[in-house]
């Protein structure tokens, strides 16, 4: 591995040890997506409460993570991770039994689903906080293109094995396969000691201050949130409408389900393992326009699919696009996050995003119940659209240097 390529964060024990248990973790979580999405489908026939399972994992992020990101500054961040998955292991545990009983409502499902999302809320700043404490500066891009990698890892092949799960057995199988899979990042957690000292205390509404007011305050910062914000708002109706899709418009199962998601990770991976490349060639503002080009796309064909063998293709397509938005946007934010206050940088940025997911699951799910699955799709792709014509003229991506630490 030459210094600066693509594998040489693997030369760090704690990144690696760290990397394969949050592989494990991606792994659970995505079989847990699937058995929750497609759970409600036999719960409701309603799409807003369909789409409702995607708010309900991420409008914790937007609420909580802010706060979340303070204190992931202020304690140590091993232990605010191992909170965090200890927590994600007990609602896991529960939706098992739960299920396994037939005491599931959709009520239950919403809350325990919001309790699996407050585990993340709290988890993913201190995780993606403790990257640079991992590998450095020199290698940082680099460990976020990996660890962008096992996360699509585990949607290409989690969707498929939470399908088969369901279908062997029931949704149960693939919440006790999440609570298994956390198993594995609570033990690396406590078995791994980072080095440098813990962080000062200081008192968490004062912290929170800080960033918000480096955020409010760094121009660079204030259009990578913006373009986060309009993007996860604009490719939510994709996210919260595939099951939707899968049951109502092309009348498959839950097999069908998991290959979808699963050709959706395939994608991520591919795009994953050369964004780094291409932002170098063609900078960061070419790629996101091309990927949210891209992304347009693949939601109005999935919105006009028929068939499973028309929706694949658009589903292979948006995978590929939605992280090469997501990866080179959050890229550029944490080249612009100081390291003291880095963990509240990228709350902000995720409450921002995924604040936006959140309403958008919500506004496109009620717009499928008011019109129709594709008139949906259609309205977010036009949003997007729209969107990034605006962007590119009144908030283009920072310059490579501009704003950049380190």
Known sequence: MQPGGTLAPFRSQSFRMIW?????????????????????????????????????????????????GAIADNFERRRVMLAAQ????????????????????????????????????????????????????RDLP???????????????????????????WNSSAA????????MVMIQVLLRWRPA????????????????????????????????????????????ALVPAVVRDRLHGSEIDFGLMLGLFGIGSILAALVIGKARQRWGTESVLTIATVAFIAAQSL???????????????LAGAAWVASLTTINVAMQMRSPEEIIGRCLSIYQAITFGGMALGS???????DIEDLPFALHAASAFLLVTLVLMRLFAPMPKPHEGRIG
């Open 20 to 68: 394969f248990a949050n592989l494990s973790s991606a792994l659970g979580s995505t079989i847990q997506s699937v058995g929750a999405a497609w759970l409600m489908t036999t719960l409701t026939k309603s799409h807003i409460l369909i789409a409702t399972v995607q708010v309900s994992t991420t409008i914790p992020i937007m609420l909580l993570g802010i706060f979340a």
């Open 86 to 137: 200890v927590g994600m292991f007990v609602a896991a545990v529960l939706l098992a039994v739960l299920t396994w009983a037939g005491l599931m409502t959709p009520a239950l499902l919403l809350a325990l689903t919001l309790a699996v999302g407050t585990g993340t809320a709290l988890n993913s700043p201190a995780w993606q906080a403790s990257v640079r404490q991992q590998v450095g500066t």
């Open 142 to 168: 680099q460990a976020i293109s990996l660890n962008t990698i096992a996360f699509n890892l585990a949607r290409s092949v989690g969707p498929a094995l939470g399908g088969v799960l369901i279908s062997l």
């Open 175 to 182: 919440f006790l396969a999440n609570a298994i899979c956390v």
């Open 196 to 239: 440098g000292a813990v962080p000062e205390r200081k008192p968490m509404l004062p912290a929170i201050a800080i960033g918000l007011r480096f955020c409010a305050h760094s121009r660079p910062i204030r259009r990578i949130l913006l373009r986060g914000l309009v993007i996860g708002f604009g490719s939510a109706g994709y996210q």
């Open 302 to 316: 999935l919105g006009a699919a028929h068939s499973l063998t028309e929706a694949l293709p658009a589903t292979f």
């Open 362 to 368: 919500w506004v496109w799910g009620a717009l499928a």
